[in-house]
């Protein structure tokens, strides 16, 4: 993997990141954003059970994501039977495991830690008091689960499209990331309107599905191995008849 690589996509994003989380700690930047939120919509999340937000973007948003996943897994599958495409065996082995990992960090670390939601604060109309993310109370036994957000990990955990894009097609790169990074933002911003989650709760799956999309893509440039290479060029070398 290129130096350059992992400089680009680790290191400064890891910095990067590091500096945003840590002003949103400090700043409090997450209650400034919320109170917001919370005056507009009248001194209350009047927007919690509203039926575009709950059965559309939120359930309906999580099982269309869910199929694709299905889908991407399914066309695996088959590439591991269909010669037609064993070249995509690689590339679709990479965001089956991207996917499923960054599914799977998000909902350990929402069992793991215990951090309220806003709905449930004090602040905002809950019985609750408000703990900084990082602070003795988020190790205590829990008895919430809401951070990371886990929703915004349906459209964040498709990174992998991104790195398969810079292998495969380069030209759509961009494109790949910008449509992954508007489904984070659209399914956690849902979160917000509807008060089941701070911006920086979205922001940890943010970096938590890029860190593994970024950690898994050296399966893109495995090298092949010998005995496969030996047997695809037997394949394609045909005996001479005489």
């Not at 400089?7 to 109170?35: G, M, Y």
């Not at 917001?36 to 999340?45: I, N």
Request: hydrophobic share 50%; with cysteine.
């Amino acid at each position: 993997m290129p130096n350059h690589f992992m400089r680009n996509h680790l290191v400064i994003p890891l910095i990067v990141f590091s500096v945003i989380a840590t002003c949103f700690e400090w700043q409090q930047w997450d209650l400034a954003i919320a109170k917001t939120l919370y005056g507009w919509e009248g001194g209350q999340w009047a927007l919690k059970d509203n039926w575009w937000l709950t059965s559309v973007f939120h359930t309906g948003a999580r099982n269309a994501m869910s199929v694709l996943a299905l889908l991407v897994l399914a066309t695996w599958l088959l590439s591991t039977a269909l010669a037609s495409l064993k070249g995509w065996r690689r590339p679709l082995s990479y965001l089956v495991i991207s996917l499923l990992l960054s599914v799977i960090i998000v909902a350990l670390g929402k069992r793991l830690t215990n951090v309220e939601c806003p709905w449930s604060l004090s602040l905002f109309g809950g019985d609750r008091p408000y703990f900084p993310i990082f602070s003795v109370h988020m190790f205590m036994p829990s008895t919430s689960e809401c951070f990371p957000a886990g929703h915004a990990s349906a459209g964040y955990a498709w990174f992998g499209v991104y790195f398969v894009c810079v292998k495969h097609a380069p030209r759509w790169r961009w494109w790949g990331l910008a449509c992954v990074i508007a489904l984070g933002v659209l399914f956690g911003g849902v979160q917000q309107l509807r008060g089941a989650h701070f911006v920086s709760h979205d922001l940890w799956t943010m970096a938590i599905c890029w860190w593994v999309a970024v950690i898994c893509s050296p399966i893109l440039n495995r090298p092949i191995q010998p005995s496969t290479l030996n047997s695809s060029k037997g394949m394609q070398r045909e005996p001479r008849t005489c």
